[in-house]
């Protein structure tokens, strides 16, 4: 089921008022998070959007919090075995319903919706196709642990050397999609997304542009990350593998 809500931002892309962008939230078992996601969302964001959850069949209370909370959102009606699934929902999404603009942010309150409007603007001044925000530029903020630092920059280093850019923070789920991106991802990529690192190449050879900004991050206070003992081991072998199959399918992105 669908419900209305429109977050009550302030306008600010004035130079592109007739931009439409959605804000996605990925939800997955983040009942002691999702309402300050959604507060903050609706307090402090810094851009004009529309607003909805993708809930990837959650187990616990966090669905019945958002419906009462009066957000719009729709649920998977199986878990995709991880937040990726979520990605490939909300390009459709954002594709079918005629956005310009798809944001990404996660639902463990981890990034800020103040800082919205920093990986929008690039979009907006069409500098570039996709946003990241990037907790490694600024070094401010929640900074990660060690391991996982040296995990981005093994695949960032393996990324860079396919692509030529330099990228910081390639895990970030805080993210904006303009509308070549979208249609990028909802038609012309047919696999499933599994990992970022896929996302990345594909877009590289989709001759889509991407560019970091640097944001600031908030550590989780609840919940667990994707990143567990057991991811720590498979995401590098995924990401191996999705980076061969991207590499496979180089030239018919292009
Ligand atoms: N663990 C997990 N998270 C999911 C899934 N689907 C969506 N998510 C959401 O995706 C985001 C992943 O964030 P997190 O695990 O904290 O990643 P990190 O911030 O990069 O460590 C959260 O907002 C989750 O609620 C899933 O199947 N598993
Ligand atoms: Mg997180």
Known sequence: ?????RSICREINQSEPSMRIILIVSN????????NTLNDIRSNASVSCDVLVVDNC???????????AGADYI????NTGGSAGVIKTAFTYAYYHNYDIYCHMDGDNQHMAAELQKIVNPLVLGTADVVTGSRFIAREGFQSSRSRRLG???FSWLLS???GRRYTDITSGFRAYNRRA????AKRFKQEIETVTQLELAMHYGGLTGVEVAVTMR?????KSEINMINAIKFPVFNIISLLGTLIQMRKLR
């Open 1 to 5: 089921m669908l419900y209305k809500w």
């Open 28 to 35: 997955y078992n983040e009942e002691k998070a999702i309402i």
């Open 58 to 68: 959650s187990t616990d209370e966090s669905v019945k919090l958002i419906r009462d």
């Open 75 to 78: 649920r998977h009606p199986v």
């Open 152 to 154: 981005i920059y093994i």
């Open 161 to 163: 050397l396919f692509t």
């Open 182 to 185: 979208i249609e990028f991802f």
């Open 219 to 223: 550590p989780r206070t609840s919940g």
